[in-house]
């Protein structure tokens, strides 16, 4: 028994030999890898995989659930707030950008019955301005209210004329048209400071803003175009023609248009003006519409030869 025993322990050695010897190639090399003892590391690796994003969430949740992180949390929201609503006072201060809106509402048929109107005011007998709740009506249910969009579009429109004026002319120039440009605005600007400087003195109590005066001094650039217009096409004279023509029209418009807001209620009715202050009121408004034509001559006669 115990020889058997022995036998068949020497036997079993072979089977094992020949197991070992079936996994080693002919050159002694291993055919396969032995991943017997893998298993268990990978599983260690994949379970400190797995940890690693849990310590991360809690060392997140830690520092979201600490109260001094939440107290600079709030604070820096709180500032940040605080900053946004001093901003917007203060721009709205400067520019008042609410109102802004109410001078581009505007449609195609105002904007074609305010051109027509600035052309050919003659016909037109009612210049109040529409109010709703005292408060005026949108420019595009009123041609009486004054409006942004036309004066832009014309200022715009009349340094891009400027610039074909004086292609043609064979003097155009980047340099040139920004010194046309610039000396329309700058002029512009003055205009308008030397009217609210006018109504400070005379202490004129009028409903007329600085964006109004902006828009009503804006509207002799359409009549500029037109001039600019006819002497490119036509010639010198068919420039003075037009222009004179609406010298005049925008003449007209201005004096009916402000004597409803810098003279009294009696002389807006047509009634006589009476009083020094009424008087110098009416002298202001004449003086604001005569100095459209020469603004309208002065930025455009040298661009017509």
Request: hydrophobic residues 45%; aromatic residues 12%; proline residues 5%.
């Amino acid at each position: 028994m115990d020889y058997n025993a022995t036998q068949s322990g020497f036997r079993q050695q072979p089977n094992m030999r020949q197991r070992n010897s079936s996994m080693e190639g002919p050159d002694g090399s291993q055919l396969f890898e032995d991943t017997s003892g893998a298993g268990p590391r990978t599983q260690s690796g994949y379970r400190n995989q797995q940890t690693e994003p849990q310590q991360a969430g809690f060392a997140g949740q830690s520092l979201l659930s600490d109260p001094m992180s939440n107290l600079a949390m709030a604070y820096g929201s709180s500032l940040a707030s605080q900053g946004k609503e001093m901003v917007d006072k203060n721009l709205d201060r400067f520019i008042p950008i609410s109102k802004l809106k109410y001078y581009f509402a505007v449609d195609t048929v105002y904007v074609g019955k305010k051109l027509g109107l600035l052309v050919f005011p003659y016909m037109h007998n009612n210049w109040e301005v529409s109010y709703q709740q005292d408060t005026p009506v949108a420019p595009r249910f009123d041609v009486n209210a004054p409006d942004l969009y036309i004066p832009a579009m014309s200022f715009i429109t009349y340094v891009l004329v400027a610039g074909v004026a004086l292609g043609t002319q064979n003097r155009f120039s980047p340099e040139l048209l920004g010194v046309q440009a610039s000396s329309a605005l700058v002029w512009l600007i003055m205009e308008v400071l030397a009217v609210l400087l006018s109504l400070y003195l005379v202490t004129v109590n009028t409903d007329l803003t600085t964006i109004d005066l902006l828009a009503f001094s804006g509207y002799k650039y359409v009549g500029m175009i037109v001039g600019l217009v006819a002497g490119l096409l036509f010639g010198r004279p068919a420039y003075y023609l037009s222009l004179l023509w609406c010298c005049a029209a925008i003449f007209v418009f201005t004096i009916r248009t402000l004597r409803l807001k810098l003279l009294s209620e009696a002389a807006a009715e047509g009634k006589l003006v009476r009083g020094t202050r009424n008087q110098l009121r009416m002298y202001l408004t004449m003086s604001i519409a005569a100095a459209q034509p020469i603004f309208m001559y002065w930025l455009t006669y040298h661009l017509i030869r």
